[in-house]
């Protein structure tokens, strides 16, 4: 099946703790995003790439670390620097760009404090 | 800065009625306009795009208009089933599509 996996579908997190959310794709896209959803806020921009050891800042970056090192994944760490870690994670690709751009999602990591 | 607004959190219709729902964005000149579906606890899933040149769009019961003058998008659901009962959520886009900057979304509940 071609598509985004996100791993695991639940993860908890103790105080203090680095915890790492996991997003593998095999669509073959070049840019990947990770969008962070709370209840009323709809999706916002942590992080995205747009080529492989490349990636930029999104609206809520603070708190949050990145990686991309294969095409094909692009791991996203909750640090302990980020207070309110609790939401709804979301990764996504991209399939190309002007009417291209459309984002596939995978379906999600929720994310609790212990 | 720029600014989506889908006209209300949640929309409650009968079964066979047609749904709008309304994307208005400020300070944005968007190429195209993207409508995605989200049901609870999954990712969003891609349903249209239109560009800044067409007026309108359709796909099977879904239309979507475009009206560059009003910053606007209307979706619309015709002959609404229970099984699209979800929130939909609206993206501007850029040329460059680097990223898309999505509404709140609006939470269709269609009863039979």
């Known amino acids: 099946d071609g598509g985004i996996t996100q791993s695991p579908k639940y993860l908890f997190r103790k105080e203090g703790q680095n915890v790492t959310l996991s997003c593998e794709q095999n669509l073959n896209h070049d840019a990947m995003y990770w969008y962070r959803q709370d209840p009323g806020q709809g999706l916002r921009l942590i992080y995205y790439s747009q080529i492989v050891n490349d990636f930029q800042k999104g609206d809520i970056a603070e708190g949050y670390s990145v990686s991309r090192e294969k095409k094909e994944s692009f791991p996203l760490t909750v640090t302990s620097a980020q207070k309110n870690p609790t939401a709804f994670y979301l990764c996504?690709?991209?399939?190309?760009?002007?009417?291209?751009?459309?984002?596939?999602f995978g379906a999600g990591t929720r994310l609790s404090v212990l | 800065s720029q600014k989506i607004e889908q006209n209300s959190e949640a929309l409650n219709i009968q079964e066979g009625k047609t749904a709008t729902l309304t994307c208005n964005y400020t300070?944005?000149?968007?190429?195209?306009l993207q409508w995605y579906r989200q049901d609870p606890g999954r990712g969003p899933v891609f349903l249209l795009l239109?560009?800044?040149?067409?007026k309108e769009k359709r796909k099977e019961r879904l239309k979507v208009t475009f009206d560059t003058t009003l910053k606007q998008s209307l979706f619309h659901i015709t002959a609404s089933q229970p099984a699209d009962s979800a929130t939909y959520l609206c993206a501007p886009t850029n040329q460059a599509g680097t990223a898309l900057i999505f509404g709140k979304g609006t939470t269709l509940s269609v009863s039979s």
């Open positions: 239109i560009r800044e040149n067409e």
């Open positions: 300070n944005y000149s968007p190429a195209y």
């Open positions: 996504a690709s991209r399939l190309g760009t002007g009417a291209q751009n459309i984002q596939y």
